[in-house]
């Protein structure tokens, strides 16, 4: 069985501390469900599994606008190994080729990823471990689980239940064969607050005396993340992944440079822009999270003290460029957005946070929201911030750009992202949304003299004209 690992310690401690514990009879009936679904499905005494297949992944939180669903990559292989001792994770791929006009944002996922499980690595890593048939099972085991009876779709279940160390319920659907068919949980993410996380697993088969579903498809948010299916699977495969335990990032500190009179830039990693307006501040972009939002208020006070920030304009509705928009919210700042994203905003903006409660969740403030269509323009009669959506692009519908016409400087997001070297050759191919970038400077007529990409480079360099012309092949 199951050894004691630094991870499930962590999960014991949290589960010894809850202020609920079923009663003797209900955690007997869950001990004797979980011990028929471990024999039924051959894990008693499984330490390891590698599966292989073909897949689509999802890229969360990535859509091209607020009515479609994760936009995917497609991978030719599909290989997961996992160690349920150490425990440790690693999924290797091979990707099929990107077709030129996808749609939507997100990264590839690399050839290999690799987790190491340990007593720091946060939750919401670990979570992909335990949402697994066998790591449910062993996770429910240790967890003072409790029993009930639920149909779904016409169909009885048997639904076991523990409390995960975020405090969420973590809920397995077990059918009449002993067969786990369904795994839910919820997560805290900064957009979408306490996160519907929730797999289901299909077409078991037997391999090596171990049954495996041959179908996985895996949703967050309420949208597919994984849609794998599996071809063959190795019961107790080597597994030897290495790596230290993952750990929460660190996040950098923010620093500001100043680009023009009452004009500062916010690095690192994810930019934004501060404006002095006469009464007021206004912000381009709050990404990624509430860390990094009150990174950048921060930041926008010092270089600008004693005046409240009034406007934050949001680039497009990707998660990993909104994600700070409620902390702005809570700052009392109207958000700035393409009109199809305000619906949309004011319905996930508003969801429960009780996993990890934010600024917002206690102040309760309203959400205020300013919407434009092509083109936008403010003004305190000295700075001018001109905001013109990006027509034509593929990655967002609502793509905004900012531009200050006076000093020539034009804020993008996921256009052009900077190479690391300044002197990097240019991408072979051309990456189309930095075409359209360019397409969209010369329709506008716009004088850029230097570029604010949201994905700064690391270098802290200045970005100027030339090298978003050099990017797409062309003399500045």
């Known amino acids: 069985m199951f050894r004691k690992s630094v991870a499930f310690v962590l999960v014991a401690t949290v589960a010894g501390v809850m202020t609920w514990t079923a009663p003797p009879a209900l955690a007997q009936d869950a001990k004797s469900v979980l ?3 471990s024999k039924a499905m051959g894990a008693d005494n499984l330490k390891s599994v590698q599966y292989y297949g073909t897949a689509t992944e999802f890229a969360f939180g990535q859509a091209v606008n607020p009515g479609s669903a994760w936009p995917g990559f497609a991978d030719k292989s599909y ?5 349920y001792e150490t425990p440790a994770w690693r999924v290797d791929r091979v990707l099929a080729e990107i077709p030129a006009g996808r749609r939507g944002g997100g990264l590839p996922p690399g050839p290999t990823q690799s987790v190491v499980i340990g007593a720091n690595t946060p939750w919401a890593q670990q979570v992909d471990l335990w949402l697994t048939p066998y790591g449910f099972l062993r996770a429910a085991a240790s967890n003072n ?8 779709n016409g169909k009885k279940y048997t639904v076991v239940t523990f409390t995960a160390p975020n405090k969420a319920k973590f809920n397995g659907y077990i059918d009449a064969q002993n067969m786990l068919e369904k795994v839910e949980t919820w ?3 900064p957009m979408l607050g306490d996160t519907l996380v929730e797999v289901t697993y299909s077409g078991y088969k037997d391999f090596g005396g171990v049954k495996f579903p041959t179908s996985i498809e895996q949703k967050q948010g309420g949208y597919p993340t994984l849609d794998l299916s599996v071809t063959d699977v190795k019961p107790d495969a080597a597994a030897n992944i290495q790596g230290n335990p993952a750990g929460a990032p660190q996040t950098p500190p923010a620093t500001s440079q100043k680009l023009a009179d009452g ?4 690095l690192p990693a994810y930019a934004a822009l501060a404006v002095d307006f006469k009464d007021y501040i ?3 972009e709050g990404p990624q999270s509430e860390e990094r939002a009150n990174a950048v208020i921060t930041e926008a006070k010092r270089d600008i003290p004693n005046k409240p920030i009034k406007y934050v304009v949001n680039t497009h509705n990707h998660f990993d460029h909104a ?3 409620r902390t702005f919210v809570a700052e009392g700042a109207t958000i700035i957005t393409h009109q199809g994203n305000k619906a949309y905003y004011q319905k996930i903006l508003a969801l429960p946070h009780t996993l990890n409660p934010d600024r917002q969740a206690t102040a309760k403030k309203k959400i205020l929201i ?5 083109k936008k323009v403010l003004t305190d009669g000295n700075h001018v911030i001109e905001l013109y959506r990006m027509q034509g692009s593929n990655h967002n519908d609502g793509l905004i750009a900012a531009y200050l016409p006076k000093e020539k400087i034009l804020v993008e997001a996921d256009g052009f992202n900077p190479p690391a070297q300044i002197n990097a050759p240019p991408p072979n191919p051309v990456n189309p949304n930095t075409v359209n970038l360019v397409e969209n400077i010369d329709r506008l007529k716009l004088d850029v003299e230097t570029i604010i990409p949201i994905h700064y480079p690391a270098d802290s360099r200045k970005v100027a004209t030339a090298e978003l012309m050099r990017a797409v092949g062309k003399k500045d």
Not at 145 to 152: I, R
Not at 370 to 374: F, I, K, L, R
């Open 187 to 189: 997560i805290d993410t």
């Open 79 to 83: 290989t997961r190994t996992i160690n």
């Open 35 to 37: 011990a028929n679904a």
């Open 282 to 284: 206004v912000v381009v």
């Open 263 to 266: 004009v500062f830039l916010i």
């Open 145 to 152: 689980a409790s029993v009930a009876a639920k149909s779904m």
């Open 323 to 325: 994600g700070g928009l």
């Open 370 to 374: 300013e919407t434009m269509a092509d």
